[in-house]
């Protein structure tokens, strides 16, 4: 399917590795000109390689309103104009009892998780708004909807996450701008492999037994008894900021395999 973004300009945060390089795989395929972003670049360089489009790497902390007015400086320089921002970016911060975390841990995932995402769109919305068309698209997570009990500092910054891109929604739509969230669940990815390793290493047992008791005792709602896959997600992805989401605004699409168990958002 052409999706109807050839010679668009995107910007894509946290594309070292997991649903962002997948996204840039699958924009780049469409023709789509890539500005990609993480903290780490040196694999990134070497991907970028691989993608069949226009891509320019630049290394940022998306904790820094510096470093992301700079990857946005670079793409205006580069190609001439921002049209896409796709921000995957985020940790899961620090787990426990949510009366326990400090104020350290809070404000941890509160700048990578949520404010990094105010600071990209401060960067990107007036090139966009400049040339009346944009799209701006943000990882959320199941844990903005249902949130997990050890999991505080993050289930905050990310419900606070989707709340601001829908909130964004209202005016930005009448700039050509369209807001929305796509909202994973045990993604196979760096993040849940460090999870299912702790995991493994707790209960005494492999890394397949570790994700199998997880999806049992943890994540009831996901039939699937599987980990998504960064693919899964970026196809999602991909559909929102293309032509063919044209009447899509202020949504939040989960891609999670049935592991929120209820029916609104």
């Not at 990578?112 to 600071?119: G, K, T």
């Not at 919305?125 to 993050?154: D, K, L």
Request: proline content about 2%.
């Amino acid at each position: 399917m052409d999706l109807g973004i050839r010679d668009r300009v995107a910007i894509i945060t946290g594309a070292e590795g997991g649903m962002g390089l997948a996204a840039a795989k699958l924009l780049a395929a469409e023709g789509v000109k890539l500005v990609l972003t993480d903290k780490l670049i040196e694999k990134l360089d070497e991907e970028a390689k691989a993608l069949a489009s226009e891509v320019v790497t630049v290394k940022a902390d998306v904790t820094k309103q510096a470093d992301v007015d700079r990857v946005a400086k670079t793409a205006v320089e580069r190609f001439g104009r921002i049209d896409i921002a796709i921000h995957t970016s985020g940790i899961t911060g620090a787990k426990g009892d949510p009366l326990e975390m400090r104020d350290e841990d809070y404000r941890e995932a509160w700048e990578n998780d949520f404010m990094s995402a105010v600071r990209i769109a401060r960067a990107t919305f007036p090139e966009m708004r400049m040339n009346g068309w944009g799209r701006f698209v943000c990882v959320t997570s199941e844990n903005a909807v249902q949130p997990y009990w050890e999991e505080a500092t993050y289930n905050a910054a990310k419900a606070a996450l989707s709340a601001f891109v829908k909130n964004l929604s209202y005016k930005s739509a009448e700039a050509g701008i369209l807001c929305n969230t796509v909202a994973p669940a045990f993604i196979a990815t760096k993040m849940t492999d460090e999870m299912m390793q702790k995991r493994a290493e707790e209960n005494g047992t492999s890394f397949d037994a570790a994700i199998d008791s997880f999806l049992a005792e943890e994540r009831p709602g996901l039939v699937l008894r599987r980990r998504g896959k960064a693919e899964e997600v970026a196809a999602v992805i991909a559909l929102l900021v293309s032509e063919r989401a044209s009447f899509v605004n202020g949504a939040n699409y989960r891609v999670d395999g049935g592991s929120v168990i209820a029916v609104a958002n």
